[in-house]
């Protein structure tokens, strides 16, 4: 049994989009009775995960338990950011019962293990486990990679090189660090695309791993909580692309934020974000518009080609419309003024 003097916490890690922020919210209100505390990690300027979570906020999990820690990785601003982060949260009256950490969808989960080791928590809190989200119609299609030909022509090419795109990385560390995965969007998948899935997340992870599949991150709280895995102490059990180095780099990412004005119809907006990741490979783009004619804020979610629009809240009193919108894509296919041209129209 865990030693109940220390806090649970969750690592939840997935790749973009794969309905990490769903999960939590989902978990928020069903949390079978705890009190809960949740971490942040937003990769870019804009807080869209964190706004999110904040309107979720319930009487146990109040919205001064909700922190995000933006403009940066988690991992890396360990001494700046998490460690400060967490003893605040011990220091809550009355104490949170579980903490969850979502992490950016870039983020590798391993770093963020070993700063448990930290002196100043490592006897106050233990990782309960780490549940890694994988969006099972991407993982069926290998949209993991942005061109899965052309790595594997380059890896043809060459038999002796390692040509892994960091896509794919980013990917295989996040499994080879879980101790759960969450099939998500099993519904678009279709039974042939949650099995290919399967076989490549099986393929792919180090060790056999536990497979719950979920729709709308919806999974009981007793699946996902209360693994009592005490990740941090069997680290070298969950082996990493970045095993030996001293840290690591982010630069294979890259993100902008874009600030628009109103825009004419949810539509001609899902049509340019398209467009953006058919000619400029763009991972993700997320956020806000204001829609003309329209009181309510629409909430903007999409993966490569796949785009989701809700209008979330009405627009607050004195709060000026606009539209801000983060573009995540890998460094070199960033270019501001070519991506403002798409979705400037």
């Known amino acids: 049994m865990r030693d109940l003097s220390k806090v649970p916490v969750t690592i939840v890690t997935g790749f973009l989009g794969a309905g990490k922020t769903t999960l939590i919210s989902h978990l928020i209100r069903n949390a079978g009775g705890r009190r809960l505390a949740v971490v942040v990690n937003e990769f870019g300027t804009l807080g869209v995960d964190g706004d999110i979570l904040q309107s979720c906020a319930i009487p146990d999990c109040p919205a001064e338990n909700i922190v995000e820690l933006a403009n940066g990785c988690i991992c890396c601003t360990v001494a700046d950011d998490f460690i400060p982060t967490v003893e605040k949260l011990l220091a809550m009256e009355p104490r949170p019962d579980h903490i969850l950490i979502e992490t ?10 070993k700063a448990f080791d930290w002196p100043a928590i490592r006897s106050r809190i233990t ?58 969007k099993v519904d678009l998948a279709g039974p042939e695309g949650v099995a290919r899935a399967r076989a490549i997340i099986a393929a792919e992870a180090p060790r056999p791993l536990p497979m719950v599949e979920a729709v709308d991150g919806i999974v009981s709280a007793e699946i996902v909580l209360g693994l009592e895995a005490a990740a941090e102490d069997d680290i070298a059990a969950r082996p990493s692309h970045h095993d030996g180095a001293d840290d690591h780099e982010h630069d294979d990412f890259d993100s902008i934020s874009v600030m628009l004005g109103e825009v004419e119809s949810p539509e001609a907006l899902t049509a340019r974000i398209v467009t953006l990741a058919e000619q400029q490979d763009i991972l993700r783009v997320k956020g806000y518009a204001a829609v003309a004619g329209k009181p309510m804020r629409l909430l903007v979610q999409a993966v490569g080609r796949r785009v989701r629009t809700n209008y979330d ?15 995540i ?17």
């Not at 894509?329 to 129209?345: N, P, T, W």
Request: contains cysteine; charged residues 25%.
């Open 104 to 113: 950016s969808g870039l983020a590798l989960p391993k770093p963020l293990l």
């Open 127 to 184: 990782v309960d486990g780490v549940v890694a989200l994988a969006d099972a119609e991407a993982v069926a299609a290998s949209r993991f990679a942005p061109d899965l030909d052309a790595v594997e022509a380059q890896r043809a090419a060459d038999p002796s090189l390692d040509h892994e795109t960091p896509l794919s990385e980013v990917f295989e560390d996040q499994l080879a660090c879980a101790d759960l995965v969450l099939l998500t």
């Open 313 to 327: 809240r009405p627009w607050r009193p004195g709060e000026p419309r606009g539209t801000q919108l983060v573009v």
């Open 329 to 345: 894509a890998e460094h070199d296919r960033i270019d501001r003024s070519a991506i403002e041209a798409v979705l400037k129209g």
